[in-house]
């Protein structure tokens, strides 16, 4: 498998190749587009005013060809007979075309620098070669002459050339090294994410990252450090859970055990085996109970595309919750307020809509004493449909609002487990109303503790 580093080294090798490329193919394209034709003018003018000097002056003229060739140019004279003399370095490739040859002597210029033809990978002011040159007409003592120029650029720009070449070359080795080096500091803490991945891949999640960084890996790690602290937490949630779960199977069949086995007395008066059977029945009945709202929480967990959502009237189904609830408000001598419009309509899951208003009304039945009264209130406002149910009762204390809706709490364990509780009722009525994308909200003060649930407007 290659690190990270090693890709890092091979994308900067093939950066500086491709960047390389691409500076060259663009410099040759600005030079045929725009220097070349500057040049060819620029060398025409140089070669017009050599002509003149050197018609003024034939008997200087091979002297100042010569001086010319020294300062860092090329020159070639050919007469009409077709005999040569050079002047300065020799030309790589003497390719002049015959018809280009007669046209000088005939008294044209050639522009050959300007015509050179254009090439992707071929400069032009570097190919040494006959063709690419300006050709001027040149008269001396009575003979008819071509005289062709063009820049020496081994002369004029060798020791230059080397230079650059130097720095061009060290300018990439040292950013190559820089950027290895720079490689190392971007690697360094991803490697340690790496590592910390591992611990917590085997359950360690008390992981220090340094996040002191500001940039995309400093992001990084600290929402790794988030992460891993919120696994932390989920771990010690299921641990929590799993061992709340263990204990409330574990109280009601060490009853059942325990109440099973002192049935097995034959000399156990009736009434004792009376109280001891109708033990052992709350106690099945509790775990019923505990095992089929497990089953619940579990499937709602999963279940997030799986509601059965359609229209019905609230209204209608708050009216049978009523009635359901209707004998032990009667038995309790607890009043009930009842204000819910006809009209209201609401879309989501009706079976388990059901469960949260049965859970919130019989809730506030059982934790209220005698005598006091129940406010059932829905509307609708501006963020949405809005149900109530609000007691009378003595409130609950106001650090162990933020647990209700834990999975097993119990705001009185010892009394609420004697009545059957599982201490899961808020936990489903909040994960239905969070799967209808409502909210769910308790207050609660000495004068009575109030539910509100806000559903999304029909």
């Known amino acids: 498998m290659r690190s990270l580093y090693y890709r890092v080294f091979l994308i900067t090798i093939a ?14 394209i600005y030079y045929h587009m725009k220097l070349k034709p500057f040049n060819d003018q620029k060398l025409v003018t140089m070669a017009s005013n050599m002509k003149n ?7 200087l003229s091979g002297e100042y060809f010569e001086n010319a060739a020294s300062l860092g140019y090329e020159l070639l004279l050919i007469s009409e007979g077709g005999e040569e003399r050079s002047y300065g370095s020799a030309f790589r490739e003497k390719d002049l075309a015959r018809e280009s040859l007669k046209l000088v002597l005939g008294g044209q210029v050639y522009h050959g620098v300007s015509n050179f033809p254009n090439s992707w990978f071929i400069t032009g002011f570097f190919d040494n070669r006959l063709s690419n040159t300006i050709g001027m007409p040149l008269t001396l003592n009575g003979g008819k002459y071509a005289l062709f ?33 720079s490689t190392t500091y971007l690697v360094k803490p991803i490697t340690r994410l790496t590592e910390a991945t591992k611990r917590i891949a085997q359950g360690t999640y008390d992981i220090q990252i340094p996040v002191r960084r500001r940039d995309e890996i400093g992001q990084l790690a600290a929402h790794f450090m988030s992460m891993s602290k919120e696994l932390e937490r989920a771990d010690l949630a299921r641990q929590e859970f799993v061992a709340n779960v263990s204990h409330e199977i574990q109280s009601p069949l060490t009853s059942i055990q325990g109440f099973a086995k002192a049935l097995t007395n ?30 619940l929480l579990s499937s709602l967990d999963q279940t997030a595309d799986g509601l059965q959502k359609k229209a019905f009237n609230l209204r209608s189904q708050l009216r049978q919750v009523v009635q359901v609830m209707q004998w032990q408000m009667a038995d309790r001598e607890i009043a009930l307020r009842f204000e819910v419009p006809e009209e209201i309509q609401v879309n989501g899951d ?51 609002l933020p647990l209700l809706f834990d999975r097993f709490y119990r705001v009185d364990p010892a009394r609420e487990r004697a009545s059957g509780s599982t201490g899961l009722g808020l936990a489903i009525v909040k994960k239905i109303i969070l799967l209808h994308e409502g909210n769910i909200e308790v207050s609660s003060s000495k004068d009575g503790t109030t539910f509100t649930v806000t559903l999304p407007k029909l």
Do not use: C
């Open 266 to 295: 034959k000399a156990l008066p009736k009434e004792e085996y009376e109280h001891y059977v109708k033990i052992i029945n709350e106690e099945s009945h509790h775990l019923s109970l505990l095992s089929k709202q497990l089953l």
């Open 53 to 59: 000097f050197a018609e003024s002056h034939p008997q």
């Open 350 to 400: 009706e079976v388990l809509l059901y469960q949260v208003w049965m859970n919130l009304l019989s809730n506030a039945v059982k934790h209220i004493p005698e005598g006091r009264s129940i406010d059932l209130r829905a509307g609708l406002r501006q963020e949405g449909l809005v149900i109530t149910v609000s007691d009378t009762g003595d409130g609950i204390p106001e650090d162990q």
């Open 15 to 28: 950066t500086v190749i491709i960047s390389s490329l691409m500076g060259f193919l663009v410099s040759n």
């Open 149 to 181: 120029m063009r820049p020496d650029v081994l002369l004029q720009f060798g020791e230059l050339r080397n230079f650059f070449a130097m720095i061009g070359g060290l300018t990439i080795a040292f950013s190559v090294l820089a950027m290895l080096i």
